[in-house]
């Protein structure tokens, strides 16, 4: 069916002091190491492309704060970033930055539970996201799971969505309807 292509997932192991990397200001040198370091070894080892279409960045929670900011921030190196439950205004309003800084070439898959899954804070992000000019569908894929728990349980059960958004037949026809 070629739902998802082949990909291939560098993952980067969080430690304790994921709040602070995650968050202002510590994920502005997180994201630059993740470019000047992870980045080329990536394309050194594992023979990737330069192209930005190719790497996406992906976390859930602050890892998704952080996906965010780093996609938002390196547009050259990131096409897409994956965003599952994450509060986007904790330390730092990436609401306000989308709202008033120019718009890049990037796209999102935003999601969370509902209620109580940063449910208010991801949906204002899409909503912020629209009203700059991202199409729903095209550039942007913002989804909603009812009673969905914050935990690794409930991301790894969605996971396959952001999988077929980015690669694979979702990933093929989202891009025709850009062109």
Same mark, same amino acid.
Request: proline share 4%; aromatic share 12%.
């Given at each position: 069916?070629?739902? @998802? $292509?082949?990909?291939? @997932?560098?993952? =980067?192991?969080?430690?304790?002091? /994921?709040? $602070? $990397?995650?968050?202002? *200001?510590?994920?502005?040198?997180?994201?630059?190491? @993740?470019?000047?370091?992870?980045?080329?070894?990536?394309?050194?080892?594992? /023979?990737?492309?330069?192209?930005?279409?190719?790497?996406?960045?992906?976390?859930?929670?602050?890892?998704?704060? =952080?996906?965010?900011?780093?996609?938002?921030?390196?547009?050259?190196? #990131?096409?897409?970033?994956?965003?599952?439950?994450?509060? #986007?205004?904790?330390?730092?309003?990436? @609401?306000?930055? =989308?709202?008033?800084?120019?718009?890049?070439?990037?796209? #999102?898959?935003?999601?969370?539970?509902? *209620?109580?899954?940063?449910?208010?804070?991801?949906?204002?992000?899409?909503? %912020?996201?629209?009203?700059?000019?991202?199409?729903?569908?095209?550039?942007?894929?913002?989804?909603?799971? *009812?009673?969905?728990?914050?935990?690794?349980?409930?991301?790894?059960?969605?996971?396959?969505? *952001?999988?077929?958004?980015?690669?694979?037949?979702? %990933? /093929?026809?989202?891009?025709?309807?850009?062109?």
């Amino acid at each position: 069916m070629r739902a @998802i $292509e082949d990909l291939i @997932i560098v993952g =980067v192991y969080s430690n304790e002091r /994921r709040e $602070e $990397e995650y968050t202002k *200001p510590g994920y502005e040198a997180y994201g630059r190491s @993740i470019v000047k370091e992870l980045v080329p070894a990536e394309q050194t080892f594992l /023979r990737t492309t330069n192209n930005p279409v190719d790497r996406s960045l992906w976390g859930s929670s602050l890892g998704g704060v =952080v996906s965010f900011y780093s996609a938002w921030e390196y547009p050259s190196v #990131f096409g897409g970033a994956v965003c599952m439950s994450s509060t #986007f205004s904790y330390k730092d309003d990436l @609401i306000e930055r =989308v709202l008033s800084e120019p718009t890049r070439d990037v796209r #999102f898959y935003l999601d969370s539970g509902w *209620p109580n899954d940063n449910y208010e804070v991801t949906t204002e992000m899409a909503l %912020a996201l629209v009203s700059r000019g991202w199409r729903y569908g095209c550039d942007l894929i913002h989804l909603v799971f *009812p009673h969905a728990a914050h935990d690794e349980k409930a991301w790894g059960m969605r996971l396959h969505l *952001p999988m077929q958004f980015f690669t694979g037949a979702v %990933a /093929r026809v989202s891009r025709a309807m850009m062109s």
